[in-house]
DNA sequence: TTAATATCCTACTCAATTAGTATGATATAA
DNA sequence: TTATATCATACTAATTGAGTAGGATATTAA
């Protein structure tokens, strides 16, 4: 479990469409204002499209819109796309024992909270 | 910001000489009980002695026991050894806008959380 | 005092991941 | 039909994770 540069890029594109929503933006746009390369973005938001977090629109005039209402897309929905699902069991991947581990309990303890907490946040709360 | 098998293996290691506390124990037997590999095992745990959450007596029947009672020890504390400080700001290290990023409210809540959670869990709580 | 024991230190390896870049194919609407 | 914008794939370079290897150093029991 991680949280890097690659959760915060999507958080931002996703905060981005969502001040714009729901007017259509070209990744062109959003590149400049999220001062990201656009060749690196387009891989990104291509992630969040096959998560049906955005939806996009090729050709003239196309972009991306968000596929759902800012008020109804979480933070953590956002971020688990891009940095895998957070953990609720031990690290170990290989570990068989479950429930003798005592460090188990810490991180199923720990992903019960970041869940909560990013899950907690919205879009349409981190549009200002 | 991560979690992964350095922070779970410090975790066992601090909760096996919990177990044995205040009993010296040495590192051979640490490592059969834990599965860990001696040798990784022996860098692992100068990390905690650094920190000073671990106590080591060298030579003939030396070995190691946690600095503090395992009261007073948290999981938080022995992660963070393991893994750096839980992030409280934006990732991007080269950030500069500090409170008009968006996405950094989201950092500083889930930091705010992981430790308040982290630092919640004694290692006492961890020995059955 | 010396031999056994156990910690301590540094350097190395190997694979995976992060954070991109580069090139171009594909779809669409004006 | 052409300009525009998304979509797909492959590549790279630097970092980190996880672990190994070899030996130096300190201590204490005999």
Redesign the pocket.
């Known amino acids: 479990m991680?949280f890097?540069?690659?959760?915060?890029?999507g958080l931002r594109l996703a905060v981005n469409l969502a001040r714009s929503y729901p007017t259509i933006?070209?990744?062109?746009d959003?590149a400049a204002e999220e001062n990201?390369?656009?060749?690196?973005l387009?891989?990104l938001?291509?992630e969040l499209?096959?998560k049906e977090i955005v939806k996009?629109?090729?050709?003239?005039?196309?972009?991306?819109i968000l596929a759902r209402n800012p008020k109804k897309i979480s933070a953590g929905e956002v971020i688990e796309v891009m940095?895998?699902t957070f953990t609720s069991k031990c690290?170990d991947t290989h570990c068989v024992q479950v429930k003798k581990c005592p460090s188990s309990f810490v991180w199923i303890k720990l992903g019960e909270q970041i869940r909560k907490t990013l899950y907690g946040i919205k879009l349409s709360d981190l549009i200002k």
Chains 1, 2 share one sequence.
């Not at 933006?25 to 062109?28: I, Y």
């Not at 990201?36 to 690196?40: H, T, V």
């Open positions: 991680k890097s540069m690659k959760g915060e890029y933006k070209n990744t062109k959003i990201i390369s656009l060749k690196y387009e891989r938001i291509g499209r096959k996009s629109f090729k050709g003239k005039d196309g972009g991306y940095e895998g690290m």
